[in-house]
């Protein structure tokens, strides 16, 4: 055998391997080409070259790197170097003193913006921020703080800056076409606070975008923050405000070779009413798959007709002619050959979603295609036949970590308790693959989504799923590894650490197997490579030559 380009050693590499195929931990691996070429004992190992890198990983947990199978890595990554993230934030002074620390590093007069990611219910203080406090917090600044898609909080020169104080500030709210969201005080006044998602997207448009150069900047540093937590692949669910324009920069990010992630991409329509005509011009490559190995387009979704795009708590157009709408644009995909995700809250949608796809594949057969639903929550047992006659699989996120409580008030706890029933599922033989929905309505760390996975825990410590759906640590992996793999065709090529596969791999900072359930959280990477590069090192595993 050919010497390695690279040898981890006396670890405890667990490989992930399928069916038995392999031993389940390995003490030593070896890499060349950026593939595994060998497993098992140092000793069965090739020896090493003159050039060899060597790693004593120490006794130390390695893993496949992992896959975030259903996140906005695109859209996160054009402003990310310009926000300030709140998810490990517990409270509300240590919020704003984050916002302090940016104005002290920026220019002034330029935008400092917190964009989703958290949850009041997270702080001590229960509650976000007024404007009063981000004014205190980064006076000479403007400042837009989101969260979710519940609400925004701008302070006072940020409100300036929108049009939203002074002269003009109410042809402004009336201009936003969601006059209705904006709050006011006893006066009448705007106070800087709007919610409801409609104004999520009008507010978007009134900040200034960062050039594409440094769009690009910031998704190398998002590619790069993915890597210091072990993920190696995300597959992007395009979003609201990701026309083509969006994809400029992580194309730049990959041309000038700075992309730490393996990113596929899915493409929902630009905005509504223009769905058919939008995913018609995708048709022209004739087939997905276009791109190399680094950033590919895979498919269309999540969203595939904004009138019937659901919420937990908010049921949208399920009607006749909005079902004939969405199933005439699946049925082109089909016709194309495309993979398609749809994006699935209530139970109602599923339902009619699934006749759709059955009714199609009767025309143009999908079983090939890896369709799948992308949330999910009220999917069981009971559709898995469904799901599996059609070759279609179920992307799952943490959502109720942050917004358990409000699907309880919605669905009731009995219903939620249910949600969903993944053990039954994925014991019958349905595809799951596990994500997080970062980066507006949830935390794009995977440990902290792994968590809600085997926990079923809100972040105020109330029980969502019941025991029997909580996932197993093993499971909970593969559905972080192989379960998004397969969406995208690449199960044979990714998430083991196996002879032939992708040297994707995470060296921990704990043991993730057996460490206590409530330190997964604080799990990050000590060493991670991809293709068998280095692209995150903290310096801790020992490098023999």
């Given at each position: 055998m050919s010497t390695p380009d690279l040898i981890l050693r006396n670890g405890r590499i667990a490989t992930l391997a399928k069916d038995g195929t392999a031993p389940e931990f390995v003490e030593a691996l070896a890499v060349r080409g950026g593939k595994v070429v060998a497993i098992g004992a140092e000793a069965d190992l090739p020896a090493a070259g003159p050039a060899t890198v060597v790693y004593d990983l120490d006794g130390k947990l390695a893993v496949p790197g992992l896959i975030d199978s259903h996140v906005h890595f695109v859209r996160a990554g054009r402003t990310w170097d310009d926000e300030v993230r709140w998810e490990d934030m517990y409270s509300l002074a240590d919020a704003l003193a984050s916002l302090a620390a940016r104005a002290e590093d920026v220019p002034e007069g330029r935008w400092i913006r917190v964009i989703g990611g958290w949850d009041e219910k997270q702080f001590s203080e229960k509650r976000g921020p007024t404007r009063e406090e981000l004014d205190a917090a980064a006076p000479n600044h403007p400042v837009y703080v989101q969260m979710q898609y519940t609400y925004v909080v701008l302070n006072s020169r940020g409100m300036t800056e929108v049009g939203l104080h002074g002269d003009g500030a109410e042809d402004r709210v009336r201009d936003s076409q969601f006059p209705q969201g904006f709050q006011r005080d006893e006066s009448g006044a705007l106070t800087g606070r709007a919610g409801g998602g409609p104004l999520m997207t009008w507010f978007y448009r009134q900040l200034p975008m960062p050039t594409v150069d440094e769009q690009a900047a910031g998704t190398v540093s998002l590619s790069k923050e993915f890597a210091r937590l072990g993920m190696t692949g995300a597959i992007d669910g395009g979003g609201l405000s990701t026309g083509p324009e969006a994809y400029r920069a992580i194309a730049k990010a990959n041309f000038d070779g700075g992309l730490k992630t393996k990113v596929r991409l899915f493409k929902h329509a630009t905005r509504p009413g223009m769905e058919d005509e939008d995913f018609s011009g995708y048709y022209r490559f004739d087939s997905p798959g276009?791109?190399?190995?680094?950033?590919?387009?895979?498919?269309?979704?999540?969203?595939?007709?904004?009138?019937?795009?659901?919420?937990?708590?908010?049921?949208?157009?399920?009607?006749?002619?909005?079902?004939?709408?969405?199933?005439?644009?699946?049925?082109?995909?089909?016709?194309?050959?495309?993979?398609?995700?749809?994006?699935?809250?209530?139970?109602?949608?599923?339902?009619?979603?699934?006749?759709?796809?059955?009714?199609?594949?009767?025309?143009?057969?999908?079983?090939?295609?890896?369709?799948?639903?992308?949330?999910?929550?009220?999917?069981?047992?009971?559709?898995?036949?469904?799901?599996?006659?059609?070759?279609?699989?179920?992307?799952?996120?943490?959502?109720?970590?942050?917004?358990?409580?409000?699907?309880?008030?919605?669905?009731?706890?009995?219903?939620?308790?249910?949600?969903?029933?993944?053990?039954?599922?994925?014991?019958?033989?349905?595809?799951?693959?596990?994500?997080?929905?970062?980066?507006?309505?949830?935390?794009?760390?995977?440990?902290?989504?792994?968590?809600?996975?085997?926990?079923?825990r809100t972040i105020q410590g109330n029980r969502t799923l019941a025991d029997e759906h909580l996932l197993s640590r093993e499971r909970a992996l593969r559905g972080y590894t192989q379960g998004g793999a397969w969406f995208t065709f690449e199960e044979e090529e990714r998430g083991q650490l196996v002879p032939g596969f992708a040297a994707d791999i995470a060296v921990l900072t704990d043991d993730f197997f057996t460490i206590p359930v409530d330190e997964i959280p604080h799990l990050a990477s000590r060493l991670t490579l991809l293709d068998g590069d280095v692209v995150h090192d903290d310096g801790t595993v020992a490098r023999q030559s």
């Amino acid at each position: 055998m050919s010497t390695p380009d690279l040898i981890l050693r006396n670890g405890r590499i667990a490989t992930l391997a399928k069916d038995g195929t392999a031993p389940e931990f390995v003490e030593a691996l070896a890499v060349r080409g950026g593939k595994v070429v060998a497993i098992g004992a140092e000793a069965d190992l090739p020896a090493a070259g003159p050039a060899t890198v060597v790693y004593d990983l120490d006794g130390k947990l390695a893993v496949p790197g992992l896959i975030d199978s259903h996140v906005h890595f695109v859209r996160a990554g054009r402003t990310w170097d310009d926000e300030v993230r709140w998810e490990d934030m517990y409270s509300l002074a240590d919020a704003l003193a984050s916002l302090a620390a940016r104005a002290e590093d920026v220019p002034e007069g330029r935008w400092i913006r917190v964009i989703g990611g958290w949850d009041e219910k997270q702080f001590s203080e229960k509650r976000g921020p007024t404007r009063e406090e981000l004014d205190a917090a980064a006076p000479n600044h403007p400042v837009y703080v989101q969260m979710q898609y519940t609400y925004v909080v701008l302070n006072s020169r940020g409100m300036t800056e929108v049009g939203l104080h002074g002269d003009g500030a109410e042809d402004r709210v009336r201009d936003s076409q969601f006059p209705q969201g904006f709050q006011r005080d006893e006066s009448g006044a705007l106070t800087g606070r709007a919610g409801g998602g409609p104004l999520m997207t009008w507010f978007y448009r009134q900040l200034p975008m960062p050039t594409v150069d440094e769009q690009a900047a910031g998704t190398v540093s998002l590619s790069k923050e993915f890597a210091r937590l072990g993920m190696t692949g995300a597959i992007d669910g395009g979003g609201l405000s990701t026309g083509p324009e969006a994809y400029r920069a992580i194309a730049k990010a990959n041309f000038d070779g700075g992309l730490k992630t393996k990113v596929r991409l899915f493409k929902h329509a630009t905005r509504p009413g223009m769905e058919d005509e939008d995913f018609s011009g995708y048709y022209r490559f004739d087939s997905p798959g276009f791109g190399d190995d680094m950033l590919r387009f895979s498919g269309i979704g999540e969203i595939i007709m904004y009138r019937s795009h659901d919420r937990i708590a908010d049921p949208a157009d399920y009607s006749d002619e909005a079902m004939a709408e969405n199933k005439a644009v699946m049925r082109e995909a089909a016709k194309h050959g495309w993979p398609v995700q749809v994006h699935a809250h209530q139970r109602e949608f599923m339902d009619k979603v699934m006749t759709a796809w059955e009714e199609i594949n009767e025309e143009f057969p999908i079983t090939d295609l890896r369709w799948g639903f992308v949330h999910g929550e009220l999917l069981g047992a009971g559709d898995a036949e469904r799901l599996k006659r059609l070759g279609a699989g179920a992307l799952f996120q943490s959502l109720l970590r942050l917004n358990g409580e409000e699907a309880i008030a919605v669905w009731g706890a009995e219903r939620v308790a249910h949600a969903p029933e993944l053990n039954l599922m994925w014991d019958a033989g349905v595809q799951i693959g596990l994500g997080s929905d970062a980066m507006r309505v949830a935390s794009y760390n995977p440990w902290v989504s792994l968590h809600w996975f085997l926990t079923g825990r809100t972040i105020q410590g109330n029980r969502t799923l019941a025991d029997e759906h909580l996932l197993s640590r093993e499971r909970a992996l593969r559905g972080y590894t192989q379960g998004g793999a397969w969406f995208t065709f690449e199960e044979e090529e990714r998430g083991q650490l196996v002879p032939g596969f992708a040297a994707d791999i995470a060296v921990l900072t704990d043991d993730f197997f057996t460490i206590p359930v409530d330190e997964i959280p604080h799990l990050a990477s000590r060493l991670t490579l991809l293709d068998g590069d280095v692209v995150h090192d903290d310096g801790t595993v020992a490098r023999q030559s």
